[in-house]
């Protein structure tokens, strides 16, 4: 998915910028850049994070970085920031984005006279590069930001820094939070909010779903007033955020204690110890644990010092291996055990079944699987949290291809969201008995939508039940 992080103050802003983009390193797998606008102009820096952190990569950078104003990011994909010279003077551009329609997009721009896109590795165009050229379409910032929320297909949250400040705006639908920090001299802006609190900033404000807002040293302007419907990524709170990070009003550790809590309420197995996969499964199953009164345990120790979160590389294969790598178990705390075990979720299903064949190897006597969201049905349209290139790569949506002999539509993929139906309870046995697990019972849509406890309507749920 990626983050990022912005500021402007009265003094210098490298050392604040550098450690607010730092906190967003959960985020991100391939880039990390940075740029800040001094006496000098513009000052960039970009490098690959794939082998190693973004603070190792920096380091000489900030000794040699200074200015009042910056942004900069942790990417998932393309390089960036892009520094971009147009008839709206030279701006920095940064942004966090999916778009499906990138070809059409193209397509327009070519027929409006756009000379050129530069191809990254791979063919693709850097997303961040198009988004600056649909801008570059209107006769001001403000329009050609406007112009990028309404025309792209997908997600996108933009921070552009010029002389003038820094431009923020949310995603359309607010897919993605942009939070505003301050303190006494200066302004900052995040996609986490936990990511400027040890930094001196307090709260400022929250973005809704299309505002633009210019920051400066002294103040935070609204530009474009805020929409009123609001798709929220669901996942922020269940996998990708991190515990102490807050969107709209509502913790994600917080929201994962509630979700293992009604996860248990609904079960009826008595297992020795409850666990989690780390990181984002524990919380899970510490609220799991205190609703049913089974001991919660670690069995699995997650390898921090070098081990990135395993949805980094790009590789399936190699993903698979940090997933095993990563994990370290203790095998006191397995052999002849009845363990409960909690993930976030099940994609393909590849690691958990992995996971589950060392744990019987270790001595397990039962292994019971709780995903903390409802099965995946549907690819994300809006942000990179699954990489399948295909929805066949579903565990979920192979299984169904199977009963259903090919013939899948979507009245047939309806009936198979219903905890409640003979298809749903027939794709979990399957998904059973396919990846080896004593038992499987995934956390239910509505109960995990209660546990953010913030307005349904404004929860995207479309992987689970493919509705925007």
Not at 227 to 241: N, Q, R, S
């Amino acid at each position: 998915m990626g983050g990022f992080f912005g500021v402007v103050s009265k003094k210098d802003c490298v050392f604040d910028l550098f450690f607010g983009i730092d906190y967003h390193s959960h985020l991100g797998t391939r880039r990390g850049g940075m740029t800040v606008y001094g006496d000098n102009g513009f000052n960039r820096s970009i490098h690959n994070i794939q082998n190693a952190p973004f603070r190792t990569k920096f380091d000489k950078d900030i000794q040699e970085m200074s200015g009042k104003m910056g942004i900069g990011c942790i990417s998932d994909y393309e390089p960036q920031p892009l520094l971009v010279r147009s008839h709206h003077g030279t701006y920095a551009l940064t942004t966090v984005s999916k778009i499906n329609n990138m070809d059409e997009i193209i397509k327009k721009l070519f027929e409006n006279g756009h000379a050129h896109f530069l191809e990254m590795s791979g063919g693709d165009i850097n997303a961040t590069e198009l988004i600056a050229a649909l801008i570059n379409q209107k006769e001001n910032l403000i329009d050609g930001i406007k112009y990028v929320l309404e025309e792209i297909d997908g997600s996108v949250s933009i921070l552009l820094m010029n002389k003038n400040g820094i431009y923020a705006a949310r995603d359309k639908y607010g897919r993605t939070p942009v939070v505003v920090g301050k303190k006494e001299d200066a302004f900052c802006v995040s996609f986490e909010n936990f990511a400027y609190k040890n930094l001196g900033y307090t709260d400022y404000k929250e973005l809704g779903p299309g505002e633009i807002v210019l920051i400066t040293e002294k103040d935070c302007i609204t530009l474009a007033q805020p929409g009123e419907e609001m798709k929220i990524c669901t996942f922020l709170w269940v996998y990708y955020g991190y515990p102490s990070s807050y969107y709209e009003g509502m913790n994600v550790e917080n929201m994962r204690y509630n979700c293992g809590r009604k996860m248990a309420k609904r079960d009826n197995v008595k297992p020795d110890i409850v666990a989690g996969v780390p990181d984002s499964g524990t919380a899970h199953a510490i609220g799991y644990a205190n609703e049913s009164g089974i001991p919660f345990s670690r069995p699995f120790i997650k390898y921090t010092p070098t081990w990135p979160r395993s949805f980094m590389p790009t590789i399936q294969s190699q993903r698979n291996l940090i997933a095993k790598m990563k994990l370290l178990a203790i095998k006191d705390l397995i052999y002849g055990k009845s363990l409960l075990l909690i993930d976030d979720s099940i994609v393909r299903g590849t690691q958990l079944r992995e996971t589950t064949e060392f744990l019987y190897q270790s001595g397990a006597k039962e292994v019971h699987i709780r995903p903390a969201c409802p099965p995946l049905l549907y690819g994300c349209k809006y942000l990179n949290f699954s990489r399948s290139s295909s929805e066949m790569e579903l565990i979920t949506r192979r299984v169904i291809n199977k009963l259903e002999d090919g013939n899948v539509t979507d009245e047939v993929l309806e009936e198979y969201s219903d905890p409640e139906s003979p298809k749903y309870e027939r794709m979990v046995e399957e998904i059973r008995k396919e990846l080896n697990f004593t038992s499987l019972y995934y956390n239910r849509l509505d109960d995990m939508l209660d546990s953010i406890e913030i307005d349904k309507c404004k929860l995207c749920t479309y992987c689970w039940n493919g509705k925007e």
